[in-house]
């Protein structure tokens, strides 16, 4: 009575979807998708106000659809014999079941602005390698003896830059 996630999604359960489930009040997700389910959704389901996901999908599905499942928030009723239509052109899924429209989009978000922060860290970064080196030259000193009367010893600082 207090399940509130039922997930039995690609099992290969086959038979009819049982007209007792409206005895699980507390159940919100309710996915059924990728079985062998055959006849008809059950009345007894629209009386599952609690609701929140419905997936039917892929399974052997006929009848009609009752008006009641399409105000549950998801639900997906396609790859179904299921009549999705009606006077009112209701769709056989909602928007946020719909393949390829889940987390996709902030996956490529996150994705894209990890790319991005990379490349600028990498780029910031051999900015800051360029501009050290710029500024701290190499300075080394190169000595040598000068032949003549006096011998002294004379030094001349060379500047060598690395590229």
Same mark, same amino acid.
């Given at each position: 009575m207090r399940l509130e996630y039922l997930n039995l999604a690609d099992n290969n359960f086959s038979g009819s979807v049982p007209a007792t489930w409206d005895r699980l009040s507390s159940l919100k997700h309710l996915l059924l998708k990728g079985n062998d389910l055959s006849g008809h959704i059950p009345d007894t389901i629209a009386n599952l106000t609690g609701l929140a996901e419905l997936d039917l999908s892929s399974n052997g599905l006929t009848g009609t659809i009752p008006m009641p499942l399409f105000s549950i928030p998801i639900f997906n009723f396609s790859n179904t014999l299921l009549h999705c239509c009606s006077s009112?052109?209701? &769709?056989?899924?909602?928007? &946020?079941?719909? &393949?390829?429209?889940?987390n996709k989009p902030k996956l490529v978000k996150i994705v894209g602005f990890a790319s991005f922060g990379l490349f600028a860290l990498i780029i910031l970064g051999a900015i800051f390698i360029y501009r050290y080196n710029h500024m701290h030259r190499h300075k080394t000193n190169v000595f040598f003896y000068v032949s003549g009367k006096e011998k002294k010893k004379h030094s001349l600082q060379c500047k060598f830059l690395f590229s």
């Open positions: 009112l052109d209701q &769709p056989c899924a909602s928007k &946020p079941s719909l &393949p390829g429209s889940t």
